[in-house]
Nanobody, 119 residues
């Protein structure tokens, strides 16, 4: 059973930066496709960025050029570096993992970490 634990959220002023971390355990991390999702109040959960097991990355249009997803397989950790944050980025950010993205495999979720951006 894969377990995911996020950290690094908090309160930051607009224009600031945060780095989220997600530590995984219970599975061969390097074989998993990893992703960050977010859910703002009253909105659906949305994909922010993903990094496949082979290293390919994809981003939501709204965060391209500001957010960077990366992974350290030796530490079983995925990161989300968020720069130039704005109030629209306020949300609970969730780490997710799956095998073979798009194959219908199970998704595992972390508990979420709150990111609040003040104006």
């Amino acid at each position: 059973q894969l377990q995911l634990v996020e950290s690094g959220g908090g309160l930051v002023q607009a224009g600031g930066s945060l780095r989220l971390s997600c530590a995984a355990s219970g599975s061969i991390f390097s074989s998993n496709d990893m992703a960050w999702y977010r859910q703002a109040p009253g909105k659906q959960r949305e994909l922010v960025a993903r990094i496949l097991s082979g290293g390919r990355t994809n981003y939501a249009d709204s965060v391209k050029g500001r957010f960077t997803i990366s992974r350290d397989n030796a530490k079983s950790t995925v990161y989300l570096q968020m720069n130039n944050l704005n109030v629209e980025n306020t949300a609970v950010y969730y780490c997710a993992a799956t095998r073979g993205w798009g194959s219908g495999g199970k998704f595992y979720w972390g508990q979420g970490t709150q990111v609040t951006v003040s104006s």
